[in-house]
């Protein structure tokens, strides 16, 4: 292989493998993979997490000339990759937010002396001008972008900051570029090479067959039956039970407990101290059955989980097979099981069709923030969703489509239970490596963070989910950590709070082509969102091996490949007539049998509203009784289609409400009735209290 007048051949490659790396062999691809980068080839590559993807650029690194300039989006992740290459005696550093001004002065001044084989950096640093000017006077070997498919709208992950990374080539000459990602469609990766401007580009994807998996799909008379059956069959090792919605862990867990299967339901809505404790339970096999949401996963890195079941439909294959794929990560037999009934009212279909802004909605909204925002003379609106939804008239889903697009453009930075932490600095800068030499490596990392962020003023404040991602750790395990540095007299810890609200960032928001642009926007993830659940779809009725099926979608695919242990290569294919119907392309017909007869009714309810002086009044209105309108009435509010003031429900009623639910969220009706100062009827009652929840978001 002849580089720039230089010879890489098999002996040199496996050379460096062996005494720079320590390794005695590469893993199956990798070699393909390095070879392409060493002969100057853009590069793209789709590995699993623990396929061997950082030796496919390191080692290209060391053997070329030049310093070799890693995007990656993970504080953590540079820390340790740089710290495991300097104990390999690879010269390497990182920059990010972490470090002091000082110690940036003193990389940057390295890299252009060409010290370094390999810098890491975090995409927000290219719009630095100190980085950039440094970068001109430097001579960089090759672009590497990890976790790739943060740049594609199509990806799971899309990060805006990732769209600045092509600007580098604004400031140094046009070199190889080699791309990296765990996950990534077809339409991810032509996606990624469409926008770096990867030439002739050299496509590899590896390693997503799961031998040890078998993967299960059926349609069961009873799915709570057929999950007793499952859990029987699979008594040795652990479990994990995936089910669409909060209340659902809940019941699961509940209807379990009551068969004598312990159980713990896990979902996004509990306190972070109950949501750790369960996972410390987990991993330290206090209890081996989870019932949980999506919420469930992130640093849950169990070897013995026998059986995933998936009790709804999944919106995505990349979220089945990621959920799926933390059974068996001790390479033992182990099974996936996916349960649907022809029945289910599925969360996709309801969200996609019911519950999915449209350009209606769209300038609602744009034109509700900018009349707050001029009436207040404030850039800030405070509110939950649920009481933002309430303030524009519209659903709370369709609400978070909303400000999520416009968080994403930059036309807003919005908060959603974002925690917030005030703290300022105690500890001096002489004493920083006294103080973080006992630190364990990312300990030390948030430190230094959170200290060269405060250390020049009075007050710093931080959003810790922000944080938290960037150090790739659970929002539990930072907000310890922060804590921690309070009770040793490092820092001091002046507020400590969730907030929730948005802050307007640009004033164009409501002009006719920004809005044509946000409008189009919204109709691409509309799309995005009925093709990837179109998938899903496909995915129970064909007859081929279901893991072939799913290599194929990642672009992995063998004709000839069977695993010989899915449904399809042990029954052949699935009878599923009758789900069609009920899939994503006809899912107005299952809407149309309850969730638009509901909407009916919520609309019927909204219309009455405001002539009505009681519940008796609106119940004669709408033909019902007062017990069944209470019902519907809660329904509505808890769904967000009933925003309207419903003036014969007193607002110290809901008030006292909402003190009584601060203090305990899961009071019952009945207990939250007696603890009130006045007489109080159940239908009245329940929509009082549906209302203080919604204002709540318990």
Request: with cysteine; proline share 3%.
């Amino acid at each position: 292989m002849q580089v720039a007048g230089i010879m890489y051949s098999e002996e040199k490659i496996l050379n460096v493998l062996h005494n720079v790396f320590q390794l005695e062999q590469f893993r199956p691809g990798q070699i393909e993979i390095i070879n392409s980068i060493l002969s100057r080839k853009d590069t793209f590559a789709v590995l699993p997490t623990g396929g061997g993807k950082s030796l496919c650029f390191q080692l290209p690194a060391v053997m070329s000339e030049g310093t070799a300039l890693v995007v990656s989006p993970l504080i953590s992740l540079m820390k340790d990759q740089v710290d495991a290459l300097k104990q390999k005696g690879i010269s390497a550093t990182y920059l990010n937010s972490s470090i002091s001004d000082e110690a940036q002065k003193v990389r940057l001044a390295k890299l252009t002396n060409g010290d370094y084989k390999l810098l890491y950096i975090a995409p927000e640093r290219i719009s630095s001008s100190r980085f950039t000017n440094a970068l001109q006077k430097s001579n960089v070997s090759i672009l590497i972008v990890d976790e790739a498919h943060c740049i594609s709208e199509w990806g799971h992950n899309f990060r805006p900051n990732y769209l600045k990374i092509k600007e580098i080539f604004n400031y140094i000459p046009k070199v190889p570029i080699a791309a990296f990602t765990a996950t990534a469609t077809p339409e991810v990766q032509k996606d990624i090479v469409k926008y770096l401007q990867m030439n002739e580009t050299q496509v590899y994807v590896r390693g997503f067959a799961r031998e040890n998996l078998a993967f299960q799909t059926e349609i069961p008379k009873n799915k709570n039956s057929r999950l007793l059956e499952l859990l029987n069959l699979h008594k040795k090792g652990s479990k994990i039970i995936y089910v669409g919605s909060r209340k659902a862990t809940v019941k699961v867990a509940e209807f379990l407990n009551e068969k004598n299967i312990p159980a713990l339901a896990y979902n996004g809505g509990m306190e972070i101290n109950e949501r750790k404790e369960i996972q410390e339970k987990f991993l330290k096999n206090e209890t081996n059955l989870i019932v949980a949401t999506n919420a469930f996963g992130m640093g849950i890195d169990k070897p013995d989980v026998r059986l995933v079941v998936h009790l709804d439909l999944p919106s995505t294959l990349e979220a089945y097979y990621q959920e799926g794929g933390r059974a068996g990560r001790d390479g033992k037999s182990s099974d996936c099981f996916l349960l649907y009934a022809k029945n289910d009212e599925s969360l996709p279909s309801l969200f996609i069709f019911g519950a999915f802004p449209d350009a209606r909605d769209l300038r609602k909204v744009t034109k509700g923030i900018l009349d707050i925002v001029e009436t207040s003379k404030n850039f800030f609106i405070q509110g939950k969703v649920t009481e933002l939804a309430h303030k524009f008239n519209i659903t709370s889903n369709k609400l978070t489509v909303i400000l999520k697009l416009l968080n994403r453009k930059d036309y807003i930075k919005f908060y959603d239970d974002s925690h917030f932490l005030q703290y300022s600095i105690i500890a001096e800068n002489d004493d920083m490596q006294k103080i973080t030499k006992n630190f364990h490596q990312n300990r030390s990392a948030i430190f230094q963070y959170l200290y060269h962020l405060g250390k020049d003023k009075k007050y710093a404040q931080i959003d810790l989910k922000e944080i938290a991602s960037e150090f790739a750790i659970t929002l539990e395990s930072l907000h310890s950590e922060i804590s921690s540095f309070d009770s040793l007299g490092l820092i001091n810890i002046q507020k400590d709070r969730t907030y929730s609200g948005l802050k307007l960032l640009r004033s164009d928001l409501a002009e006719e082509e920004v809005l044509d642009k946000l409008i189009q926007d919204l109709e691409f993830h509309k799309q995005l969102l009925i093709t990837k659940a179109d998938k899903v779809l496909d995915y129970l009725r064909t007859d081929r091996c279901k893991q072939e099926f799913i290599l194929d979608y990642f672009g992995e695919s063998s004709p000839e490949y069977k695993c010989g242990k899915c449904t399809s290569c042990v029954f052949g294919p699935m009878d599923i007539s009758g789900i069609e119907d009920a899939h994503i392309h006809n899912y107005e017909k299952k809407i149309s049998r309850k969730a638009i007869k509901d909407r009916e009714l919520y609309d019927k309810i909204s219309l009455h509203l405001p002539t009505s002086n009681s519940i008796d009044d609106l119940a004669k209105k709408m033909k019902l009784t007062n017990p069944e309108l209470a019902n519907l009435m809660q329904s509505a509010i808890e769904d967000g289609w009933l925003v309207t003031e419903i003036k014969f429900i007193p607002n110290d009623l809901i008030k006292e409400i909402t003190n009584l639910l601060n203090k305990n969220s899961n009071l019952r009706l009945s207990q939250i009735r007696e603890r009130l100062n006045s007489e109080v009827e159940f239908p009245e009652l329940r929509v009082a209290v549906a209302i203080a929840r919604m204002k709540l978001g318990v």
